[in-house]
């Protein structure tokens, strides 16, 4: 059985209701034959939302905002990141909302929902990069790979966390020059240990990404504040030194994008040009791989899933990394770093301050 389908399977197996709304699996190569086959009952959008428990992949769209009620919602939310419309109309909802981003181990410091879509997205990064460098893409014709067993492109990443890791990893496997850019020196050592031998670590300041940027043909953007709206690391000026036909790949754009020029792009739209640098902003990368991006995620947070229909939200209480989840509950933004962002820190409560 299809790990999707294993998912919903476990929890009829539990005795839950799972009900799913129409067509949710098909764009991951899931039809409803495949859940109607194990007693799943199909459903409209309505009716899939009065559910006690609503499981999604991305932030809800504005149009499925007149759905929201006091249930819970456990789903990537970015609140940082997207208008904050979509967290008013949680907090007025009573709803309480728990982010996949913000699901943290319980030892801390790692974002186990996170790391799929992560490693995702910094495979992706690098091959799309390598892609809109093509003269015919307006890049600057600069190939990145092995030319006759010389490295051929300069690709620099700045954060080397779960995605940075994945798109060096996968850029040097191109054949390209390669420099990640951090700020915890301390991973480096680890990180050189588990990763290439030919990628260079650099710590990332002002002053190394000036250096770096100027003869750099792919910039990837790969800066993680947890909950937080990005840092523009690089600025407009920065962007402006860049070589005609270099391109950025801003896969912090999810959380506001870490480039000042940066804005929200589309799969069916997903560059523009600004100071002659090729822009790629696309927000929800790993939607291009949506059956990979299937099975990695639904690996990941089954077992919170279960642990929340079996619970409900008693279980967020005795778990302190499924707690950091929790963006908003009962009228209330419950994770600091949401509630600075959104300059709505008066609506800022703790999640066990809560009745």
């Keep these: ?188 050592i680890e990180q050189e240990k588990s990763v290439s031998d030919n990628i260079t670590f650099v710590k990332s300041t002002q002053e190394s990404i000036e250096e770096h940027i100027q003869d750099t043909d792919l910039l990837i953007g790969a800066v993680l504040l947890p909950g937080a709206k990005a840092p523009h690391l690089v600025s407009e000026t920065m962007v402006k030194q860049m070589q005609a036909g270099s391109v950025i790949v801003d896969v912090a754009i999810d959380q506001g994008g870490c480039v000042e020029t940066s804005h929200i792009t589309s799969h069916t739209d997903p560059i523009f040009i600004k100071h002659d640098v090729v822009h790629y902003c696309v927000s929800n990368m790993p939607g291009a791989y949506p059956r990979t991006s299937t099975i990695a995620l639904t690996r990941a947070t089954l077992p919170y899933i279960t642990t929340l229909a079996n619970q409900g939200s008693s279980a967020l209480r005795s778990d302190k990394g499924f707690v950091a989840g929790v963006n908003v509950c009962k009228g209330h933004i419950t994770y600091k770093s949401v509630a600075e962002s959104l300059n709505m820190g008066s609506l800022y409560k703790a999640f066990f301050d809560i009745d």
């Design 1 to 188: 059985m299809r790990r999707p389908v294993v998912i919903v399977g476990s929890l009829l197996a539990a005795g839950h209701d799972v009900l799913l709304e129409n067509n949710a699996g098909s764009g991951s190569g899931y039809d409803n034959q495949e859940y109607q086959a194990l007693g799943i009952e199909i459903v409209t959008t309505n009716e899939a939302w009065k559910a006690d428990l609503v499981i999604k992949i991305k932030e809800p769209l504005e149009q499925e905002f007149q759905y929201f009620s006091d249930n819970i919602l456990f789903t990537y939310l970015h609140l940082a990141g997207v208008p904050k419309s979509l967290t008013t109309a949680l907090i007025d909802a009573g709803t309480t909302a728990i982010a996949y981003e913000t699901v943290e181990s319980n030892e801390g410091g790692f974002f186990p929902l996170l790391a799929p879509m992560s490693a995702v997205a910094g495979n992706m990064a690098a091959t799309v990069g390598a892609y809109y460098l093509a003269n015919f893409n307006q890049g600057k014709g600069i190939q990145l790979g092995r030319i006759l067993g010389e490295r051929n492109g300069k690709v620099m990443v700045i954060g080397n966390g779960i995605v940075g890791q994945h798109a060096a990893i996968t850029a040097d496997g191109l054949g390209a020059n390669v420099f990640i850019l951090g700020r915890d020196e301390r991973k480096f």
